[in-house]
């Protein structure tokens, strides 16, 4: 169901901004933490599954509470996405692309949000409803 709300588009727009090696190469997924409008947080990496490592490593480096943070990727969502996502507390997971089915089977049974996919002018949101 289409949702009326402007976040998803931010975000995913933040991250595009942000990927300064993806803007070079074309080639590089990103993965970053979003939070009050901002993209605090991007890593970028050949795997998505390694950019979502690094984005939460950094935040934990940093003593960020990954539960006041949104993660946004560049890509597809799969189920170890979101076991990624639920274990370091955050609550809600955007992706550019339609997630996996277990990433939805998995995220309403461990309380995560996913919006996804997000395109141009609307996005769906999945999982455990906020």
């Known amino acids: 169901m289409p949702i009326q709300t402007s976040l998803p588009f931010e975000a995913v727009t933040a991250l595009s901004n942000a990927q300064n090696a993806r803007q070079k190469s074309g080639a590089l997924h990103g993965a970053g933490l979003y939070k009050n409008n901002e993209m605090i947080i991007i890593r970028e990496d050949i795997g998505r599954h390694n950019a979502l490592d ?77």
């Open 54 to 130: 690094k984005s939460i490593g950094a935040a934990l480096l940093e003593g960020l509470d990954c539960r006041d943070l949104i993660a946004v990727i560049s890509s597809r969502i799969s189920l170890d996405l979101v076991i990624k996502a639920v274990r370091a507390g955050i609550g809600t997971l955007i992706g550019r692309a339609s997630p996996s089915d277990l990433a939805v089977k998995h995220a309403e049974k461990w309380g995560l949000q996913l919006i996804a996919p997000v395109f141009k002018d609307e996005y769906f949101i999945s999982g455990a409803s906020k």
